[in-house]
C-alpha cells in the first residue's frame, strides 16, 4: 500500500506557517515573522539547513542540541530502516527488548564511576521527573534545592525546580519544598544543606540559560555537601552531555560523580525522542525493592526499539568520527576567536564555555552614543539587544543562533558536534561583522532592533 504523506508534503511545503498558525501555535508564528525567522525549511543535512529558495543555513542551533551528529545522519537511518524492516517485537511490555538491554549495557559503560542501573524515558523533562522521583523515594525526604537560571523543563514537576518567572508564572502552586540557591555558590548551598531535611540537589552541568559553567572547584564541593549531609546529587545533562562539552558527560571535566545523571536530547540521534536516567543500583533497588514494585515508576514508549537502535547507533557515529574530540577542538577555536572579537569591540564583554556550548555576554557601553541608545533599548524590552546580534546573523549570513535567556543580554550557540574550521571561520567573520554593526550608533542594526521594539509593543 503506497502513501500520499510524503507527495503531500512537498506539495505542501510553503503552508507551514498557515498551518500552524489556524491549528498549532499561532503566537510563535508571529514571534518568527517579526524576527525575521521564517524561512520555511525544507530539508537538512549535516551542519547545515536548506530553505525553500535553497539557500543554505548553518545550524548553530542544533534543535537545542538535539543534533549532536547533525542533521539527518545516514547511518542512524539506515540503522532504523533495517529495525522497521527486521519486524522487531517492540514494546510487548510483558517481556523484555534485548535493543533497550544493550543501550543500557552501553550507558553504563560510559557513565562515570557506579551509576549501571538505567531508566528510558521519552524526554529531557521526563527524564528530570523520574530523577526527583527515584530521589524522593531512596532518601526520604522531598525537599529539592535548585539552581538560580536553571531550566529543567516545563512539566509540573520539572518546572518547580526552574527558577525562570517566565516560565512559573501561572503555574502556581507547584511542588512545596523546593528551594533555589545561586549557582557556583558553595556556602549557600549549605546554608540550605544544614537543616537536614533536603532530598536532593537538582542542577545543569553547564546551565543552558545564559551558558553559566562551574568554577574549577564547584561540582567538587557540590559532592563533598551532599556526601557529608545525605543530600543525592542529580546532574542534568539532557543539553550539555553525550560530547556537546567536549567530554562525553560534562562532568568528566571535573573528574565527579552524580547519584543520578539525566540525558535526552542527543541520545536520539535527532530520529526517535528518548532519554534515560541513569543512577546506581542501590538507588535503583530502593524503588524498584520488591517483585510487587517492579512498575514503580514505569512509561509506555521508553523503551520503543526504534529509539533504542537510534541511541546506539548515535554512540557509534560519535566514536567512529571522533565527535567528542572534534567539539573540543572547535569549541577551543571559536571561543578562542571570540576573545579576540571582545578586545576589539566594547560591548562583548564575556565569553562562557566548554566544547560547543557557548554564551556571549553582552554589557552596557562606556561610549556615551552607545550607552543612551543601550539603555533605550532595555527600556523598550530587555531582550531586544541580543536580536541585533542573531537576526542579522540568520539574515545577512545565514546563521543561525539564539538569545540565551529572558533579560541576561547573552547570544548563545549550539554547534553539531561535526562542524570544521571552515564553518568556524565563516561564524567568526559573521559576528565580526554583525558586532561592527552593533557598534555604529548611526548603524542600521540600531535603527531595526528599535523598529522591532516599536512592532513588539503594538503586538503585544
Not at 535527532?270 to 532519554?275: C, Q, S, T
Request: charged share 25%.
Amino acid at each position: 500500500m503506497s502513501s500520499k504523506i510524503l507527495k503531500q508534503y512537498k506539495e505542501r511545503i510553503t503552508e507551514a506557517y498557515k498551518l500552524h498558525r489556524k491549528y498549532v501555535n499561532p503566537q510563535f508564528v508571529r514571534v518568527l515573522e517579526v524576527i525575521g525567522y521564517d524561512r520555511n525549511y525544507v530539508s537538512a543535512e549535516g551542519a547545515y539547513l536548506t530553505d525553500s529558495k535553497g539557500v543554505k543555513v548553518l545550524d548553530f542551533l542544533s534543535g537545542f542540541g538535539v543534533y549532536n551528529i547533525g542533521r539527518n545522519h545516514p547511518h542512524v537511518a539506515q540503522v532504523l530502516h533495517e529495525v522497521i524492516d527486521a519486524k522487531t517485537a517492540s514494546l510487548v511490555q510483558m517481556d523484555l527488548g534485548v535493543l533497550s538491554g544493550m543501550l543500557a549495557e552501553k550507558l553504563a559503560e560510559l557513565a562515570p564511576g557506579d551509576l549501571d542501573a538505567v531508566f528510558f524515558t521519552n524526554s529531557g523533562t521526563e527524564g528530570v521527573e523520574g530523577a526527583l522521583k527515584f530521589a524522593r523515594q531512596a532518601s526520604g525526604k522531598h525537599k529539592v534545592v535548585h539552581c538560580h537560571h536553571a531550566f529543567h523543563g516545563l512539566t509540573l514537576g520539572s518546572l518547580s525546580v526552574n527558577a525562570n518567572k517566565e516560565f512559573r508564572d501561572r503555574n502556581t502552586p507547584l511542588l512545596p519544598d523546593c528551594v533555589p540557591v545561586p549557582f557556583n555558590d558553595l556556602k549557600a548551598l549549605e546554608d540550605v544543606f544544614r537543616a537536614g531535611d533536603v532530598g536532593s540537589f537538582i542542577f545543569e552541568t553547564v546551565q543552558g540559560k545564559g551558558v553559566f559553567v562551574p568554577d574549577d572547584d564547584y561540582l567538587q564541593g557540590v559532592r563533598d555537601l551532599c556526601d557529608r549531609y545525605g543530600v543525592l546529587m542529580i546532574a542534568d545533562e539532557v543539553q550539555c552531555g553525550l560530547g556537546r562539552t567536549g567530554k562525553m558527560f560534562a562532568v568528566d571535566h571535573w573528574g565527579v560523580k552524580p547519584d543520578l545523571l539525566v540525558i535526552s536530547k542527543a541520545l536520539s540521534g535527532g530520529f526517535i525522542p528518548v532519554g534515560a536516567v541513569i543512577t546506581t543500583r542501590e538507588i535503583h533497588g530502593k524503588i524498584f525493592d520488591s517483585m510487587e514494585r517492579c512498575f514503580a515508576h514505569s512509561n509506555t514508549f521508553g523503551q520503543n526499539d526504534l529509539a533504542m537502535a537510534a541511541g546506539l547507533a548515535t554512540f557509534e557515529i560519535l566514536e567512529q568520527e571522533n565527535l567528542v574530540e572534534n567539539s573540543a577542538k572547535m569549541g577551543e577555536l571559536i571561543i578562542a576567536g571570540l576573545e579576540k572579537l571582545s578586545e576589539k569591540y566594547e560591548m562583548l564583554t564575556e565569553i562562557r564555555g566548554k566544547g560547543l556550548i557557548i554564551g556571549m555576554q553582552f554589557g552596557e557601553p562606556k561610549s556615551m552614543a552607545l550607552k543612551a541608545s543601550w539603555k533605550l533599548l532595555h527600556k523598550m524590552n530587555v531582550d531586544l539587544f541580543c536580536q541585533m546580534i542573531t537576526m542579522p546573523l540568520l539574515e545577512k549570513h545565514n546563521i543561525l543562533s539564539q538569545v540565551a535567556g529572558h533579560g541576561l543580554d547573552t547570544v548563545k550557540i549550539l554547534p553539531p558536534l561535526m562542524i570544521n574550521e571552515d564553518d568556524v571561520d565563516k561564524f567568526l567573520t559573521a559576528m565580526d561583522s554583525a558586532l561592527k554593526e552593533a557598534h555604529k550608533i548611526t548603524g542600521s542594526a540600531w535603527k531595526t532592533v528599535k523598529d522591532l521594539g516599536v512592532r513588539t509593543a503594538k503586538t503585544s
